[in-house]
DNA sequence: TGTACATCAGTGAACGCGCGTTCACTGATGTAC
DNA sequence: TGTACATCAGTGAACGCGCGTTCACTGATGTAC
């Protein structure tokens, strides 16, 4: 994530797919700095990369699919980083509340790309013009299917009173999200410290006597 | 809610503000069909109330001031909505209830408006260039002041083994902000009846046995 | 080994559009005398 | 009762800007013969 303007050469034969990673950087960091998606214009990521705005074209056919490729990349990076915190852990309670922290972590260090992701008219399947929709995949692999695992794994070991992994990990998604949602977006509201608020709305909707 | 662009003659004098309510209609009904910040131009807004774009001027410094009292006008109505659903119960626990369940009615069916309520960078008191900062009365004496005020009865009932109103207000807050920022924007996702999926998590988030 | 050619990876200028903003103005209506 | 004037509630034309998109082009590099 540099996101510096810098020179740049020509690409060599054959490496001219390395034009199009400058391009998802380059949009990627304008959303981090701007936070809309607005931010991302074709002139704006030619801008930022050092290219004239018509090179785009042959990698993408629109601001809007540069967007796309962006929050394809995120929904990846969030699985990996929730997948990496509770990959060394065993017990089961400790694996879910450490994938919820790393969720909510990603979102509040992220707090324009968490947004992108789940924002109106973005969703999986949807409206985005030309976009490729997001396969249910894209989501059951990721973040989500480690929740619904993780639920369903505390109920499988007696210790969640749960009676659906699906239905409770819902509930558990959306506190999480809205936790996220507002921690960014409210920050001078008198917020309770993460370790204090989250894990008592976390077992509560788990279903997890503390 | 009207929104159609209708012949207007010009107002009699004195009554000049009919004009800013217009302007402020107008941009409402932009969000509400598009759903983006940045469908409230100066002159998409002027093309919608039928007046010349430099009309706009003595009413609003900038589009971003209309957008800023579209914010006000619809905490008010949230607020209201919420008020009066709670207005004729009784028991504590159904007004908690009902007061949640309107909060999140008016979410839903008003996805727009809602997500511009609790935008990043929309923030009571932050960092909208020109639009004055929200008190935080605005919030206190709204929804938000609701919600503390129906757990704080509950409370004094004995039915909440909670201890703090306010936290326990923040922790059901985030939850019906995740449910509504969800189901709004991931509508293909497998989502429970709204009376099935949100009375138990509402209960347990504000302690209460079911 | 040379050389003509194709392809790749872009460039630079130009277009039309909607935008925010400015400026001088217009014409109805109330008010002072 | 008339009339000059101030004010109110706007208008219309023009500007410069950034945008997406198009078009013909350029120059390095690999490949066929």
Same mark, same amino acid.
């Given at each position: 994530m540099t996101g510096e303007t810098t020179a740049r050469g020509r690409n060599p %034969?054959?490496?001219?797919g390395r034009l199009r990673d400058d391009i998802v950087a380059a949009a990627r960091d304008l959303l981090v700095e701007q936070g809309h998606e607005t931010a991302v214009t074709l002139r704006g990521v030619a801008r930022r990369v050092g290219?004239?705005?018509? *090179?785009i074209y042959p990698h993408f056919d629109s601001p809007e699919a540069i967007v796309q490729a962006v929050v394809v990349e995120t929904f990846h990076t969030l699985g990996s980083y929730v997948s990496d915190a509770i990959g060394r852990l065993d017990d089961p309670r400790e694996r879910l509340l450490a994938g919820c922290r790393a969720y909510i972590t990603f979102g509040i260090e992220n707090p324009n790309l968490y947004g992108l992701l789940f924002s109106?008219? %973005?969703?999986?399947?949807?409206? /985005?013009?030309?976009g490729r929709p997001l396969s249910e995949e894209d989501l059951r692999g990721g973040a989500f299917g480690l929740l619904v695992g993780g639920v369903d794994d505390c109920i499988r070991a007696g210790? *969640? *009173?749960?009676? /659906?992994a699906p239905a409770t990990a819902i509930d558990i998604w959306v506190a999480m999200h809205g936790i996220v949602s507002l921690r960014g977006a409210q920050y001078q509201m008198p917020w309770p410290p993460r370790d204090v608020m989250e894990p008592p709305i976390l077992l509560a909707l788990a279903r997890i006597q503390p």
């Open positions: %034969r054959g490496a001219g290219i004239a705005a018509p *090179s109106r008219n %973005r969703q999986l399947g949807g409206q /985005s013009p030309e210790i *969640s *009173s749960a009676t /659906s």
